[in-house]
């Protein structure tokens, strides 16, 4: 069986719809190993057709091509990959090395493809420089090397997954005579170790250093000829080696990662820039939550500060708040239907609840309700039953009232009446279920909602006994009805609990819980919108990567033409550019958050002067969700690019000047 056989192959370029060219015709014949052969020809007769036919970089054509038995016009696109990686060395005219790679590593790129383990990777590739006498220039870049070193080192590129067949494209073509022979020299030495080479020539002394020459013209063959070379094929046979079947594996992500990060330092500037452009879009996004996040855990902690936590409040009806009308809540809660006894029953009934105490709630935007003391007085907003939510804690003077007729003020009531109305009498002018009821009261102490409620600090209200309003109206022969209810629990759990039992049963809850969700459900909504703006850079910036990357796929079609003719899938260089992507993603991912912590810390600076209160919390789901975001999003804008530069034919980017 002989290493190479070419039988019948014929093979046409389509150049548009109508005409076709056919470049090779019935091409037959075959080679050994160890042999080094010339393929001579004018140009534009086929040589480089059957160069890239033979190395599996092109399997549209007719006929079988069959290396070692095996006809490559069936492979599979993955078997051709591996056939190229494994079985092929390409050498080219101009040598393709990747620019912006040391010598060492244009030459084991070919192994970390294969995923070979590093130290071996340089040992192999230091002895294959070594071999074309190259040793001391290892670190130098391909442009500090003259044309003759170049082409070694391509050569060194082809050898070193030790392939069965090496092609040379017009190896010499760009190099003066003196390099060439050198050049030749190692040519020949490879053919002596038992390797098929192939190489094309225009130069008939080329052509005299090998073992054949084949001479094309037009697509056709038309000289085959055997010439004994000087040294040539002496040790050949015995060196000629057993060829074992390889199973090379993959490119790793992480290579494919390494070897992203290495091109991606050639445009360091440019990435830097896109990665800025996406980390904008991830800052504004990530500050955005922590801004709505702050700014909801404010109210919540405002709306808990009013509540003692083991008193349940019940309202008759689940008050349906229409957003559209904010007055509608005010309503809801100046009138509420009282509680039937039956109500109070079934309530007190409830699993935990150890007490039922009665009360009202009135709040008004009419100046129906006020108080006075002495000559001064105020118009009252919130007129409430002293209940057991309100605790000592509760408490910014004086005390919780004892007597029937004692009461609190608020903060804003005790300022406008003076200070010294505590311990007081002073007297409340109110209209109760449409009754006008009068009376006098002790100032027992002043309410405080605590630091996170400036508001319930700032409308007026006070704090009385229901007892005491009920028997001011009993005095006019009217009854009053509770309009709240609240359910002492022994515990927390107990409380929560009951909080669900009083849903269940159609009851609503406390007034500040109901008018507090409302709130946190506006809140989420805009912080959603708020995030979704922001989103939108984010979509820009992903453009950006999309675009950026695309113009990195054009600028580098050629070195992803080598790449695959020297083993690579498009799998691999898929890899290659979505790692990139990964890159850009992680790294403005992490720019994006430290930005987001900074501004964090200046806008709470500030936000604690002026409202006493941190209003970004920036937590850690929301670092992981900008980072997740912002690596998701890159690497789907990468797919595009990097979808096109897999896609590209291998001869064709190897052809692009
Ligand atoms: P050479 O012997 O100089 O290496 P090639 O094998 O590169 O010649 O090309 C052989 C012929 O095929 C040329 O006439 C060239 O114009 C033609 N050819 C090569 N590639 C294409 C292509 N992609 N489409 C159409 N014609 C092509
Ligand atoms: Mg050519």
Do not use: W
């Not at 990665?275 to 808990?304: Q, R």
């Not at 935007?365 to 309100?390: A, E, K, Q």
């Not at 311990?423 to 449409?434: F, K, M, P, Y």
């Amino acid at each position: 069986m002989r290493l190479l056989e070419l039988r019948n192959i014929n093979k046409s370029y389509k150049i548009n719809d109508s005409q076709s060219f056919q470049v090779l015709k019935n091409i037959n014949v075959s080679f050994d190993k160890g042999e080094l052969v010339s393929i001579i020809g004018e140009s534009g007769s086929g040589k480089s057709t059957i160069m890239n036919l033979i190395g599996g970089l092109d399997s549209q054509f007719d006929g079988e091509l069959l290396v070692d038995g095996q006809n490559i016009g069936t492979f599979s696109e993955k078997e051709l990959d591996c056939y190229r990686k494994d079985q092929i060395g390409f050498v080219f005219q101009n040598c393709n090395l990747i620019p912006h790679l040391s010598i060492l590593d244009n030459v084991t790129i070919a192994l970390t493809l294969s995923n070979v383990d590093k130290n071996e990777r340089i040992e192999k590739a230091t002895k294959a420089l070594e071999q074309v006498g190259l040793a001391k220039h290892i670190h130098k870049k391909p442009n500090q090397l003259s044309g003759g070193q170049r082409q070694r080192v391509a050569i060194a590129r082809a050898l070193i997954n030790d392939p069965e067949i090496i092609l040379a494209d017009e190896p010499t073509g760009a190099l003066d005579s003196e390099t060439t022979e050198q050049v030749l020299d190692i040519i020949q030495s490879i053919a002596q170790k038992g390797k098929l080479v192939i190489m094309v020539t225009h130069s008939e002394k080329v052509a005299a250093h090998s073992s054949r020459v084949i001479q094309i013209l037009d697509g056709e063959i038309i000289k085959d000829t055997t010439q004994s070379v000087s040294d040539c094929s002496s040790t050949l046979e015995n060196n000629i080696k057993q060829s074992t079947p390889k199973v090379s594996e993959n490119l790793s992500f992480f290579s494919a990662t390494k070897l992203a990060a290495h091109n991606m330092k050639q445009k360091l500037k440019r990435n830097i820039l896109v990665a800025l452009g996406v980390s904008i879009g991830i800052m504004s996004v990530v500050t955005m939550l922590a801004l709505g996040n702050g700014i909801k855990s404010y109210f919540s902690n405002m709306i808990d500060s009013f509540m003692n936590p083991l008193v349940v409040e019940v309202s008759m009806e689940q008050a349906t708040i229409d957003p559209n009308d904010p007055m509608s809540a005010m309503t809801a809660i100046g009138m509420k239907e009282p509680f039937k006894e039956e109500n109070l029953k079934e309530l007190s009934e409830i699993k935990g609840v150890k007490e039922v105490e009665k009360g009202f709630q009135y709040i008004t935007m009419t100046p129906s309700n006020s108080i006075s003391y002495g000559d001064t007085s105020c118009y009252l907003m919130g007129l409430t039953s002293m209940s057991s939510v309100l605790t000592e804690a509760n408490l910014a003077e004086g005390k919780l009232p004892s007597a029937e007729n004692e009461i609190l003020l608020n903060q804003s009531v005790y300022d406008e009446l003076g200070h010294d109305v505590l311990g007081q009498v002073v007297e409340v002018d109110a209209l109760i279920d449409n009754q006008p009821i009068k009376g006098e009261f002790v100032v027992s102490g002043v309410y405080t909602a605590g630091d996170h409620n400036a508001l319930a600090d700032t409308n007026h209200s006070i704090y009385v006994n229901y007892s005491a309003i009920e028997s001011l109206l009993a005095e006019q022969g009217h009854t009053l009805e509770p309009t709240m209810v609240y359910l002492v629990a022994d515990d927390e759990n107990t409380a929560s609990q009951i909080k669900t039992t009083i849903t269940d049963l159609g009851y609503g809850g406390s007034t500040q819980e109901m008018m507090g969700d409302q709130m946190l459900t506006m809140l989420n909504i805009l912080t959603i919108v708020l995030a979704g703006i922001a989103g939108i850079s984010l979509l820009v910036s992903s453009i950006m990567i999309l675009v950026v990357l695309y113009i990195s796929v054009v600028e580098r079609t050629k070195e992803i033409g080598l790449l695959r003719a020297i083993g690579a899938r498009s799998k691999d260089i898929k890899r290659i550019f979505v790692s990139e992507a990964f890159l850009i993603g992680i790294t403005s991912g992490t720019i994006g958050l430290v930005t987001a912590y900074v501004v964090s810390i200046v806008v709470n600076y500030f936000s604690m002067q002026i409202f006493e209160m941190n209003v970004m919390n920036l937590t850690i789901p929301y670092c992981v969700v900008g980072v997740l975001l912002s690596t998701i999003v890159s690497m789907i804008a990468g797919l595009f690019p990097a979808q096109k530069a897999a896609k590209l034919d291998p001869v064709d980017s190897l052809r692009t000047e």
